[in-house]
């Protein structure tokens, strides 16, 4: 069995990997090899984080999505999961719709991959515009009962075969349940674009200062996504590091940033602490108290409207002043993090799709919705951000897969990322500021 995994950043290729591992890793007995791809972009992560996310494979390139196609028309795998961007995800089916449909792939013993995609945490905007740009997977996956209902009501409102959306969780919760520790300690969980304004980053992280500096019996951590210079899912235009270093005083003595493997952190976490990161999941999965903060209001772009009648919404107020959230059970079944054993069986029934569609003797076309016919003015230009024309062909100039770039080329890719990063994380900030004069 052979497994790919073509990602987009350092957390979806968490998700990605580890959600291959889970559907296709209890009807392998001999084990599955796990190929890993890159997709070049602006998130296109480090060996740092590579090494952070802890998620290994047989082999990880990184690729342009003209490469990864004509990849898969040369030696397509069992199964692929795409860990991408809506738009990503939409062009690499219709290319693969393209190559797939040729002969050398439809008779004898070749056949297409079994695709599926999903999303890698609280899916709390864009709903209809993601999963339409989805749509064509043969599994789509929802992390949780509501996500399903929420999915299939998307597809069929529009008219579209919703028979792909199949529920199943995030495959990253887990670790051992909580326990106290000594120090008490209280994590934030940093998030790299929410909020996005200075003055409201500066206020929390003001806020942790000041939680520390009441509470200097705790340990009171910040935890990081990425250091300067490094990009995630989300682009992140003033990191937390750099706001710290115009603290008064400097950090007190009980509060440091932190990187490293959430779930390492949450091993000694008694508080976590957040806008509204997925990794408040992963701490309700192990029952750490966790609150979901209500200080810059409870709004759909920050995210924390998703906790609405969770019980964990609160106020720096209130936890300096001692208070702990108590989850609601009945939100917590409906996102798929209660600790009733369910969660071990949440795979179950994506393991079950994936294997019927391996049965089959052949797959039939891949048909997103989006289409020539039904979106004709908005499909061309996802496929132009990839390189690909209209059908899901190459278009002229695509680079080449059949060669490894030149020390030139690689010397130019470089330099390019560097400059957009630059221009992100210190030029627009500059350029944003001068538009509020």
Known sequence: MRVAVLADSDTRWKWGALTANRIVSDNQPDGHRLGGYLLRGRATPTPRQLEEVGVRADSLREVTAVEFLREMERDAPDVLVLALVGGAVQAVLHGLARVTQDARLTEGTRRRPVVVTGYVGVVYEKLADGLLLRHGADVVLANSRQDAERFRAVYEGVGADASSVTEAALPFLGGAPYEKHDPYTVVFAAQPSVPETAAHRTYLLRRIVEHARLHPDREVLLKLRSKPGEHTTHIEELPYQKLAQRIDGGLPANCRLVYGHMGEVLDRTDLLVTVSSTAALESLHRRIPTAVLTDLGVREALGNHHFTGSGCLASWDQLDAGHLPVPDETWLARQGVAADGAYERAFDE??????????????????????????????????????????????????????????????????ARGAYRHGVQRVAPVIRRMGEL
């Open 350 to 415: 994506a393991r079950e799709k994936v294997t019927g569609l391996l049965a089959q003797p052949q797959l039939p076309p891949l048909q997103p919705y989006y289409s020539l016919t039904t979106a004709r003015g908005y499909l061309p230009g996802i496929l132009a951000r990839h390189h690909l024309g209209p059908d899901g062909a190459p278009l002229p100039g695509a680079p080449a897969a059949d060669k490894d770039p030149g020390p030139v080329r690689q010397i130019v890719r470089r330099a």
